[in-house]
Every structure is written in structure tokens, then in C-alpha cells.
């Protein structure tokens, strides 16, 4: 604990990235940048099928970036490249494998207020702290339990995907539906969603899963709740509430994720209709506590508002630093 930082990110993406990127830029140094994975953007390695287009305009939400990082439409793999890239142009100290469990406001018999950041076996201080922790950081699960016999065989992401199963989908977004369309090149595919249609997804992915199911690629199960998953013969069997019970090789879900609450409450930082609480700047309740990119969101995913939150805590830093 010998040495004070000015400021610590916590969480590599996109948001934490133009934090770090763009108070370097304004002049700020001494920053350090903390991902409890082993690379920055571990959502999109992990959640984005390969190729898969990452648009500035998220579900056609018009973003004018304020920012130095000008950000445009691609894919997956030149997305991590652009982030790459920026990261190693700019004196941003990252730490990875780093997972921070809460932080704490030191301010009583010291001259100056700051924070320690507790992470696995020690602690980091820093004057400035921004939260920048994805929502897929932490993916929903259903409410039903997942029996352990079949745990190997039920995911959030397509690790584990081998080919030739017989595999379901859960879930009626983008990445539900892309999942789908993926593996049904490979295996035989069924998308579940409670919902009768696919409206939560953009056109391009909407039209791609009419066209699957047109042709017999993908079958859908529409407006089906699953009850609960049970094992059988080390298959995953699926009981849903209006229909025959179906087996399966793999279940995968795709349903978002959520803000982490217990996190942010052991921290101090407020939160309001499951977000944290912050003012204009992104600071939160705690002075010089701020929270950037998809849990500020209702639903998560701009990286262009991820980008622009960075920018706007940047610049208030840098006006308000001693």
C-alpha cells in the first residue's frame, strides 16, 4: 500500500478503457486499469459469436461520440484489435487477473481522502475510482436449479460446443438468436423464449431467425416457459409448462445479465430500480466515486455510451484534481 494512484478503473471494457485512455490524454498519469479476467473485453471474447458485427449504433441508438476515441463499426475481431491498439498507445498500467472484491472510503486522520481498492491478498489506493463492471460480468440464471449431474452440460456461452448435439437455446435477444443461427450449422438446434415473437432483436438477426426456422434449421419453442431441468442418462431433460418434456445434449442460456448489487452495496455506492445512483458526471453518491458503461443502462450494450461516459468522468477529473 505504498503507492497512491490517481486513478483506478475497475473493469476492462470499453467503458474502463476510454476512462483510462481519456484521462491520460487530459493529462492525468498514474493510472491503473483492473480486470479480474485474463485479457481486456472479456464480455465480448466470451459472448460475441466470431464475426459477429459490432455496431456503433447499438439496436439503431444514434451516438455522437464526445471523446479522442473514434470508435466506428466492425466485427468482434477488429473490435478487440481497435482496443488493443489504443491501450498500447497510451501509458495505462492494466492488470489482469485482478478481481476486486469491494472498495473502501478512507478519509478520517488523513490529510487527504482516498480509496482502498481490495483485491485477492492485498489492496490498491487510489485519490479517484470509476466502476465500470459489465452486466454479463454477471449473466442471468434461471430461477430453477441446475441439477449437478448435468452442470458440465448447461452454459451461458458456446464453450463447450462440440457439434453433432442436439442442443437448445434459451433466450429471444441478439445473442440468443445468433447462438441459434450458429450451432444450427452444426448441430440440431431449438430456440426457446417465453415470448411469441423475436421483437427484442435487431432486423438483421430477426430476419435471420425467420429464415432459419423457414428452413427447418432452427425449430422454434415460442411462448414456452421451461419449468425446470432434470437428468437423464447424463443428458439435460427440459420440462416446460405446456408442452411434452424434450432432452437434450446441451442447454444453453442466453438472458442477459445483471447489475452486481451485492458488489456496489458493499461499497456504499446507492442504487435505484437496479442501477447504481449518480449525477450528471457519473459520480455517485461517494465523492470521486464514479460508475461508467452498462450498469449505468437499462439494458447494457453501447459501446459508443461506454465511450462518452469515459470521456465525460475523464474531463471532471481533470477539472476538480488538486
Aim: aromatic content about 8%.
Amino acid at each position: 500500500m505504498s503507492h497512491m494512484y490517481n486513478l483506478a478503473i475497475i473493469g476492462a471494457g470499453p467503458a474502463g478503457i476510454a476512462t483510462a485512455v481519456e484521462s491520460y490524454l487530459q493529462g492525468i498519469r498514474d493510472i491503473v486499469l483492473l480486470e479480474k479476467d485474463q485479457n481486456h473485453n472479456s464480455t465480448i471474447r466470451k459472448y460475441y459469436k466470431e464475426n459477429k458485427r459490432v455496431d456503433k449504433d447499438w439496436k439503431g441508438q444514434k451516438v455522437e461520440l464526445d471523446g479522442r476515441i473514434y470508435f466506428v463499426d466492425g466485427t468482434k475481431e477488429t473490435t478487440l484489435d481497435f482496443f488493443d491498439e489504443i491501450l498500447a498507445n497510451h501509458s495505462v498500467e492494466l492488470k489482469t487477473h485482478t478481481e476486486v472484491q469491494k472498495i473502501e472510503k478512507r478519509e478520517e486522520s488523513v490529510k487527504e481522502p482516498f480509496f482502498e481498492v481490495f483485491v485477492a491478498g492485498s489492496s490498491i489506493m487510489a485519490k479517484n475510482v470509476v466502476v465500470t463492471i459489465g452486466r454479463m460480468g454477471k449473466p442471468n440464471k434461471p430461477d430453477y436449479k441446475i441439477p449437478t449431474e448435468i452442470k458440465n452440460r448447461v452454459g451461458f456461452t458456446l464453450d463447450g460446443c462440440v457439434g453433432g448435439e442436439k442442443v437448445l437455446v434459451v433466450g429471444g435477444g441478439d445473442s440468443a438468436i445468433e447462438y441459434a443461427v450458429d450451432l444450427s450449422a452444426k448441430n440440431e438446434v431449438c430456440i426457446c423464449y417465453r415470448r411469441e415473437s423475436f421483437r427484442r432483436a435487431n432486423p438483421t438477426n430477426q430476419r435471420d431467425i425467420a429464415n432459419a426456422i423457414m428452413h427447418k434449421e432452427v425449430e422454434p419453442i415460442l411462448g414456452i416457459d421451461i419449468v425446470s431441468l432434470e437428468s437423464e442418462d447424463g443428458r439435460v431433460k427440459v420440462i416446460f409448462n405446456d408442452i411434452e418434456p424434450q432432452t437434450f445434449d446441451r442447454v444453453i442460456y442466453a438472458i442477459g445479465g445483471t447489475t452486481p448489487s451485492v458488489f456496489l452495496a458493499s461499497s456504499g455506492i446507492k442504487e435505484e430500480d437496479g442501477k447504481p445512483v449518480h449525477d450528471d458526471n457519473y459520480e455517485t453518491n461517494i465523492k470521486n466515486l464514479f460508475v461508467a458503461g452498462d450498469i449505468t443502462q437499462e439494458s447494457g450494450g453501447s459501446i459508443a455510451l461506454g465511450l462518452n461516459h469515459g470521456y465525460a468522468i475523464a474531463c471532471y477529473i481533470q477539472k476538480n484534481q488538486n
